[in-house]
């Protein structure tokens, strides 16, 4: 993928869009004299009251700690699972609870903004340098096509290629690029390897493999007014004829349907598979692991083009502009930078668990280097993001979240034969169209 397809559209956030975002700041500079430079401080002398998921709460609430250590207002920090996070979540907004920064799954964060359960940030001192300084392929995911700032970022990633080196030396393969060289490599291995290819296929995580899989093969999903057009690409019966066939033909494991990532991590730690396709930190997670092939694994991109993911911060529905405007430094600090201009939050979360920024700077900052394994190459995770790599904006539109929770029964009866590959184009496309018209929260 060209820089000009991965940016295309909204996400790119074209001059009109950054010239409306640029216009609320001004705006907003009217109101608020003195208020709106990039380091300046919220004069709110009340507590914030801050929500996540249950990933590292001590790190979360160290984190948090430090920033209210600063000078800062006080910070209640409430943690829940992950599992069951978004009804949670509405559930507590819906009840009236006052949450003024709140995790989020990137394709509830349109929707949120709608209910009014969240707040954009246009206007916000800094708001416009932060999405500057963002990968533009990143955009997307955090500013609508209307030009509206709705999210900072909690972490980004991209899909990846995992590949056991030595399993393919000795065979006499090349690393695979596409998705017949990755079936051709698994069923050359299928001998050899007890299950050649693993993949987090449970229902909740095929939609962004149905991505994944699309642009490997350089298939645009939808449109930037969010229409299902891979229904006329017909390279795309192809793809699902590939993953229908991975599975049918035992390259995959029948488990892949259940079975968790640390099991698939540990399936290639132990060299029971040659190929993992998921988030790149997932490398982390093998080479920790240190079992007999652990340090043969290394990752490559997992073809032309692949899925950018990331979830993210949003504001909730503050009592007053100080409490805004100090919720906001609380969110710079969390999802951009510190006032020393560090990824103080993120150099964290790449030392616990090599995750990433959608920040072109993260990758060449001096802390954030030493903070990765040297087994990881920064420069490809860098290019994969800037170049390679897509957000799919139409992700965060209100209605995509009831196409989601519809993509793994559809993808599920492929797997296991109960529909043709031409059939499940049929079915993605009226589980789109139908969300597209449908219910709301």
């Known amino acids: 993928m060209t820089t000009n397809n991965a940016t295309r559209g909204f996400g790119s956030l074209n001059r009109r869009s950054f010239l ?11 109101l608020l004299p003195g208020l709106l430079t990039g380091t300046a401080k919220a004069a709110y002398s009340g507590t914030l009251d801050m929500l996540a998921w249950d990933f590292q709460p001590d790190t979360i609430k160290s984190l948090v700690g430090e920033w209210t250590a600063a000078g800062n207002p006080a910070v209640n920090v409430a943690v829940i699972p992950n599992l069951g996070y978004t009804p949670a979540l509405q559930t507590r907004l819906r009840g009236g609870d006052k949450i003024d920064l709140y995790y989020n799954f990137a394709y509830n964060s349109q929707k949120f903004v709608n209910e009014g359960w969240a707040k954009t940030l246009n206007g916000l001192p800094g708001v416009d340098d932060m999405i500057a300084d963002m990968f533009e392929s990143a955009r997307g995911r955090h500013v609508n096509a209307a030009g509206d700032i709705i999210s900072a970022p909690y972490f980004s990633a991209v899909h990846m290629l995992h590949y056991n080196e030595k399993f393919l030396a000795d065979a006499g393969l090349a690393v695979p690029t596409t998705l017949k060289e990755i079936y051709d490599a698994s069923k050359s291995l299928q001998s050899t390897v007890a299950s050649p290819y693993v993949a987090y296929w449970v229902k909740e995580f095929c939609e962004e493999y149905l991505h994944t899989y699309l642009l490997n093969e350089e298939i645009t999903a939808f449109d930037d007014a969010g229409q299902p057009v891979f229904a006329d690409d017909p390279k795309t019966v192809g793809v699902f004829e590939w993953w229908q066939t991975m599975y049918q033909e035992g390259l995959a494991p029948k488990s892949l349907l259940t079975d968790d990532p640390g ?6 730690a132990q060299g029971n598979a040659a190929f993992y396709v998921l988030h790149h930190y997932f490398l982390t997670s ?42 906001w430094d609380l969110m710079k600090y969390y999802g951009w930078k510190d006032t020393d201009g560090k990824f103080k939050v993120f150099n964290q ?24 394994p040297d087994y990881y190459d920064l420069a490809l995770l860098s290019d994969t993001f800037a170049t390679k790599s897509n957000v799919v904006p139409a992700r965060t539109l209100p209605w995509y979240p009831d196409f989601q929770a519809k993509v793994g029964d559809i993808v599920h009866a492929l797997l296991l034969g109960q529909a043709t590959p031409a059939k499940t184009v049929e079915d993605l ?8 018209g449908g219910r709301t929260l």
């Open 286 to 327: 093998i080479r920790s692991l240190e079992g007999p092939q652990s340090a043969n694994v290394k990752t490559a991109p997992s073809g032309p083009s692949t899925l950018q993911i990331g979830e993210v911060l949003q504001m909730g529905q503050s009592d007053s502009d100080d409490e805004r405007l100090a919720t």
């Open 349 to 372: 979360w790449a030392k616990a668990a090599g995750l990433a920024a959608p920040y072109a700077g993260f990758f060449t900052d001096p802390e954030v280097v030493a903070s990765f």
């Open 263 to 268: 099991k698939l991590s540990n399936e290639m």
């Open 429 to 436: 496309t009226a589980a789109a169209k139908g969300a597209q």
């Open 20 to 30: 409306k975002a640029g216009g609320a700041s001004a705006l907003a500079a009217s």
